[in-house]
T-cell receptor, first 117, second 113 residues
């Protein structure tokens, strides 16, 4: 079935540095991808909708300049956490709509555990 | 905007017990509903989904859910749970032509052998 590959699975970075997370759709083209953030023992909070070839749509309260999203091709979306701070430590998950009818649903990446020290 | 509420934060059961996890959503229009499971250390997997038709939806691993429109509910059920069902369960709604899923808070299910 359609798979979304997310890398890296874990990353530790120093405060003030930037981290890039990649999300690739395998075997299908994803015009729309979604980036979620999951805090420990909490739900997935949608951060932004990534649209191929255009600007991402951010949810209320999400800093656009801090969480840069690029969706330059139909198979790749990237999330860059700029000037990371310890409070950005979290689990980040990407998702893509499966091609075809809306009933096809969504597929999710395996997530990236970001730890900022 | 649509929202999803899962009432049970942590459910602990013994093997072979019956399970029902609550999910209520708030949206007045046509909705599409999902249940996802997240096993420890793994990514989200789809258990089942409802788009239209029979309100009783059967999913993988013996799970089912019933869409009750009048109650804005989509509860997840399993007649006899197994230790391997230990995981986090998320209800999600897609409504109003929006492309984005809105998730509930999640329910942590612990099955004791």
């Amino acid at each position: 079935g359609a798979v979304v590959s997310q890398h890296p699975s874990r990353v530790i970075c120093k405060s003030g540095t930037s981290v890039k997370i990649e999300c690739r759709s395998l075997d299908f083209q994803a015009t729309t991808m979604f980036w979620y953030r999951q805090f420990p023992k909490q739900s997935l909070m949608l951060m932004a909708t990534s649209n191929e070839g255009s600007k991402a749509t951010y949810e209320q309260g999400v800093e656009k300049d801090k969480f840069l999203i690029n969706h330059a091709s139909l198979t790749l979306s990237t999330l860059t956490v700029t000037s990371a701070h310890p409070e950005d430590s979290s689990f980040y998950i990407c998702s893509a709509r499966l091609p075809g009818l809306i009933t096809a649903g969504y597929t999710f990446g395996s997530g990236t555990r970001l730890t900022v020290v | 905007a649509q929202s999803v509420s899962q009432h049970n934060h942590h459910v602990i059961l013994s093997e072979a017990a019956s399970l029902e996890l609550g999910c209520n959503y708030s949206y007045g229009g046509t909705v599409n509903l999902f249940w996802y499971v997240q096993y420890p250390g793994q990514h989200l997997q789809l258990l089942l989904k409802y788009f239209s038709g029979d309100p009783l939806v059967k999913g993988i691993k013996g799970f089912e859910a019933e869409f009750i429109k009048s109650k804005f509910s989509f509860n997840l059920r399993k007649p006899s749970v197994q230790w391997s069902d230990t995981a986090e369960y998320f209800c999600a709604v897609l409504g109003g032509g929006a492309q984005k899923l809105v998730f509930g808070q999640g329910t942590r299910l612990t099955i004791n052998p």
